[in-house]
């Protein structure tokens, strides 16, 4: 039985530049509800791929994943490649168990394949139906994405398995094979609750590993099952694998069969024959840094915010918005504010960090802002005649140019 959708709304939010749909589906072939959110970028040239960002098990994970689509970072890597961006929430309860949904032929599959239609009809993209896909998935959301690798093979451009993967699996397709991927944990997993999360990721490097598979192997030794820092190599490596993968013109995918460099990884696997495939220098040694220290380093400063604005109110206070994409590297971590060439404030005053580095939109467990979500939004209580600009400053500490000044007008 084909699901109808219960909801289509456009989502009122901070955006790079583009736009949000939701869908929502009751229990059918998935046993429980589930809801999508697609943010898609302004332009008119095709989607080139979908980016899924799929959240991991239990009640918190699945209400965490659900402002994935929201994230100006992740964004910034779909605009660059003119891609879509998901974000699934399946609505897990306390007493329903992970394999619900987290197995996709328990019906997520199902589920899954009739919101890209949905979506693509909505939106007039018809080359939705046949995009690409970009999988990123978190604990059972890994479990998810390497299922549904194994079910479709020939739709996949590249995976990212954060501490999960289908271990279990026996009946691997050849041309699972020839998918770059990468698996990722945290070095505090190897012992205690997360133990399991570890083993699958090692052991899915080491099974495709040995039968040639570009796939790397990428432990944090700052983090637990949390995702911590990894956004700052798994945006980068996406990067470089769709810059191999995706074709000018059409659905059919690259092969990377004669690209990418071999690492020697005996170090950190335990195998003195190991080596991870990366896709390029550059990812390499982004790499090399991430699994000594859980960071990468960024020597680029942010793009400027755009668009700024101010309006004075009523009260005589002068209202300023404003809009800025991620630094492709770093994100964004603040905005600072001023007034006449003086800084008066930072938004938010006090960025938070509790899972990675602080952040504009504070990173949760599970690699998504934490709701509620910031804007981009300062009231200047003193108002008068005076010149605005705003200044992007990236996860490091790095400081955009000023963005043009802007005047207040009457609102």
Known sequence: MRLLP?????AVCVSASGRYLELSYPPGDLPIHSRYTLWVPDTAKPLRALIVHQHGCGAPAARGGSTAAFDLHWQALAAKWDAALLAPYY????????????DPRNGSEKTFLTAIRDFASRLRRPELNDAPW??????GGGTWVGIMTLLHPERVATVWYRSGAPLAETNIPEAVFSIPAMTNAGVQEREGRFKGAWDNSLGWFQRLRA???PIGFAPDPR?????ADSRYLAIPYFDAVLGMRL?????????VAQSGVSVTAASITGDASSTVWLPSASVAKAWAEYVKTGAVSDATPPPAPSFVTATKSASGAVELSWRA????????QSFLIFRDGTQIAQVPETPKGRFGRPLFQAMSYHDTPEAPLPAMHYTDREGGKHAYTVVTVNSVGLRSKPSKPARPVIE
Do not use: N
């Not at 970009?134 to 604990?139: K, Y």
């Not at 983090?223 to 995702?227: A, M, Q």
């Not at 994409?325 to 964004?332: K, L």
């Open 6 to 10: 219960l909801l289509f709304a456009t």
């Open 91 to 102: 609505m897990q309860v306390d007493d329903k168990l992970c394999r619900d949904w987290s």
């Open 134 to 139: 970009v999988l990123w998935g978190h604990s």
């Open 211 to 213: 039968k040639g598979a």
């Open 223 to 227: 983090s637990s099952h949390e995702c």
């Open 247 to 255: 074709p000018a013109q059409g659905s059919l995918l690259r092969s």
């Open 325 to 332: 994409g991620a630094d492709f590297e770093s994100g964004i």
